[in-house]
């Protein structure tokens, strides 16, 4: 069945480094992808998405390329602050199927100042 | 008027409680959906209404009870829960036949289960 993995985490940082978090993914068909952040309390909030192969999603600094020969969605980010610190979770949704997404256990990410 | 809220955001019940978890969504959508999130553990999806109809239940266990009244409307009925379902609960709601089917998720119900 699709599947989402996503590195362990959690990552620590310092505030202006460079941020990566790998996603990689298995799904039959060609399948829409995300990228969710949840803020301390909170709920999920999308952050990014892409719907076909070689798109890029950006939002809020953060970036992410869809990579059909790699099946990778990899989050970046070039300088981050400590507003970042939250769980990141990589999702995605195969096309023709109910709708369902399906979720990376998610990466928790913590900046330091 | 947000887009996905949930109410109570906190709730402390003993195993012998009923209590019911309620999501409102005022976004147009048709499809709404129930997770859980434990702690050190992947989301879990619960439940999915589609059109008012459940399309979905992952296995859960039947001391949980969804309710779709309507498609801005989901409930989640509890009754003799155990201290394991203690979790984050999170509504979502999307408009399923869109492409990306984003999904649109509410602020979490906290629930402690003593």
């Known amino acids: 069945g699709d599947s989402v993995t996503q590195m362990e985490g959690p990552v620590t940082l310092s505030e202006e480094a460079f941020l990566t978090i790998n996603c990689t993914y298995t799904?039959?068909?060609?399948?829409?992808l995300f990228w969710y952040v949840q803020y301390p309390g909170e709920g999920l909030q999308l952050l990014l998405k892409a719907t076909k192969a070689d798109d890029k999603g950006s939002n809020k600094g953060f970036e992410a390329t869809y990579r059909k020969e790699t099946t990778s969605f990899h989050l970046e980010k070039g300088s981050v602050q400590v507003s970042d610190s939250a769980v990141y979770f990589c999702a995605l949704k195969d096309r023709g199927s109910q709708g369902n997404l399906i979720f990376g256990k998610g990466t928790k990410l913590s900046v330091k100042p | 008027e947000t887009g996905v809220t949930q109410t109570p955001r906190h709730l402390v019940m003993g195993m012998t409680n009923k209590k019911s978890l309620k999501c409102e969504q005022h976004l147009g959508h048709n499809a709404m959906y129930w997770y859980k999130q434990s702690a050190k553990k992947p989301l879990e999806l619960m439940f999915v209404y589609n059109f008012k109809e459940q399309t979905e239940n992952n296995s859960v266990p039947s001391r949980f009870s969804p309710e779709c009244p309507n498609s801005s409307h989901l409930f989640l009925h509890l009754h003799t829960l155990q201290p394991e379902d203690s979790a984050l609960y999170l509504c979502?709601?999307?408009?399923?036949?869109?492409?990306?089917?984003?999904?649109?998720f509410g602020p979490g119900t906290r629930l402690t289960v003593l």
């Open positions: 799904a039959t068909g060609y399948p829409s």
């Open positions: 979502a709601s999307s408009q399923p036949d869109r492409d990306s089917n984003e999904q649109f």
